[in-house]
Nanobody
């Protein structure tokens, strides 16, 4: 089982920024994708962004496209989610996942415990 740890959550005002980090217990991300999910209170978990193994193709859900940027360090098995222009509706627990499915958000083989992001004035 792959061990995943997220960090970087916190309280931020609307319009602010946060950078989430994810560390995975694999030798590198060459064969693995990384996906960021979030779950807001009373809502289902949703895929926010992901980056595919190999070519690094990236995906963003419509509500964050243009505001969030996913990146990775393949050799260090680390990934990041830069979140800008944050809105109250971005408030959620954010989870990092290591994937090996046909898409960058499928075939999860390891979940982190989540990091809370709260956007509020």
């Amino acid at each position: 089982q792959v061990h995943v740890v997220e960090s970087g959550g916190g309280l931020v005002q609307p319009g602010g920024s946060l950078r989430l980090s994810c560390a995975a217990s694999v030798s590198s991300l060459e064969l693995y994708g990384i996906a960021w999910f979030r779950q807001a209170p009373g809502k289902e978990r949703e895929a926010v962004s992901c980056i595919r193994s190999g070519d690094g193709y990236t995906y963003y859900t419509n509500s964050v496209r243009g505001r969030f940027t996913i990146s990775r360090d393949v050799a260090k098995a680390a990934a990041f989610l830069q979140m800008n222009s944050l809105k109250p509706e971005d408030t959620a627990v954010y989870y990092c996942a290591v994937t090996r499915g046909p898409t960058c958000s499928s075939g999860v083989i390891g979940w982190g415990n989540g990091t809370l992001v709260t956007v509020s004035s």
